[in-house]
């Protein structure tokens, strides 16, 4: 919204100063135009930066307040009608993503580069242009759309950075990534209680940690109670695509109440994955109940059992994902403390709906209404 002080600043647009700033931004849009027609992200995302540093500082340094963007927005449009991204909320959104990117160290890029080689990089590319080493590597990767969600949904620094890199190595759509962030994947991610540290060996373990979540959101099911563990594994492997997607990259799903004979019985697992990245088995056990010690036991057994008949010879050792309703922090940790094999309990969250028979004793949203207009006329 437009502040009193700018509702009553004369609008820059007869401005000399305004005219000759003008004009060295259509030139900069001619030149990237020859360069990339602007639609190459890289050339788009680092003309975006300097765009953003330029009103950035016009503001501070002018008096024409808010206006500068109205009224450039309307110029750019004017003089480049078939470019899009000139709009008013895309200039803002330019603007915007000056401010937050400039705040960034030296240190917070995606890949840090070997011995102040970016530096170099940097002087050699765009002369003596200088950003922030985020942005170069963002050009390029990132799309503007996932910026833009970015710059509206995430404030933190680790954060934002978390979320690039996933979309970069995931291949995250614009609808993939703004999912993630409603759904806290960054607060979630590497947070399961697990024994990881004392049966996996260093980078493995730290790498397995990260791998699971703690909870995990399958708000993609809709479950009406009474329902057991079988019924949410069904609705589980109904819904694949996006139970890998929850689970994260990696994941190759081998099939479910997965069979196997250990001396002369027989048992069953509830999922079974192998983890392209970990390279080794994941049993997934779901219990539509608060965690007990027993459940490690048993999942410990099926560890030992998958890596006895599936196991080859150059796959890392099976772990084991304990999936229930609730826990207890420090019962889980007591429970997997003395295991042998890599686990980790996480709690899971699925939408529940009301049975049939309960939604006619129930009012409705017109009948709740209805009552609140009688309250008022009383």
């Known amino acids: ?21 003008l004009r060295e931004i259509k030139e900069k849009i001619r030149s990237v135009q020859v360069k990339a027609a602007l639609a190459a992200s890289r050339e788009l995302i680092l003309f975006y930066w300097e765009l953003g540093e330029d009103i950035s500082q016009k503001l501070s340094e002018t008096h024409w307040g808010s206006k500068i963007i109205d009224q450039l927005s309307k110029d750019l449009r004017s003089e480049f009608p078939d470019i899009q991204g000139f709009s008013r909320t895309n200039i803002y959104y330019i603007k915007k993503f000056y401010e937050y990117f400039i705040t960034f160290s030296e240190q ?29 590597q963002i050009g390029g990767q ?45 607060q979630r991610q590497g947070k ?35 329902y057991n563990e079988r019924d949410i594994e069904n609705q589980l492997v109904g819904h694949i695509t996006k139970f890998l997607l929850e689970l994260g990259k990696g994941f190759a799903f081998i099939g479910r109440q997965y069979h196997l004979e250990v001396g002369e019985s027989d ?29 490690a036991g048993k999942l410990n ?13 150059d796959d ?20 997997l403390r003395d295991m042998n094999k890599p686990m980790g309990v996480s709690e899971f969250t699925l939408t529940e709906i009301l049975p049939d028979e309960l939604k006619g004793s129930l009012p409705t949203v017109e009948e709740i209404e209805e009552d609140m207009k009688q309250l008022r006329t009383e």
């Open 192 to 226: 399961s209680v697990s024994n990881f540290q004392q049966t996996l060996p260093t980078p493995k373990s730290d790498l397995a940690q990260q791998t699971i979540k703690d909870p995990y959101i399958f708000d993609f099911l809709s479950m009406t109670k009474p």
């Open 267 to 295: 048992y069953y697992l509830d999922l079974l994955f192998y983890h392209i990245k970990l390279k080794c088995y994941v049993v997934i056990e779901l219990k539509n109940t608060k965690f007990i010690p027993e459940y």
């Open 301 to 313: 057994f099926y560890l030992s059992a998958v890596d006895s008949l599936l196991k080859a010879e």
């Open 142 to 186: 990132l799309p503007w759309s996932h910026i833009k969600i970015l710059l509206d949904k995430v404030s933190d620094h680790q954060e934002t950075l978390f979320y690039i890199r996933e979309t970069i190595e995931n291949g995250w759509s614009r609808d993939v990534l703004a999912l993630q962030i409603k759904s806290s994947l960054y």
């Open 1 to 21: 919204m437009m502040d009193e002080k700018s509702k009553n600043t004369p609008s820059p647009a007869n401005h000399a100063g305004y005219t000759s700033w």
């Open 108 to 136: 917070e890029q995606i890949i840090p580069p070997p011995g102040g080689q970016m530096d170099s990089v940097l002087t050699h590319q765009y002369g003596s242009q200088s950003y922030p080493p985020i942005i170069p």
């Open 316 to 335: 890392k050792p099976t772990i084991g994902m304990l999936l229930c309703r609730d826990k207890n922090k420090i019962e889980t940790e007591f429970a």
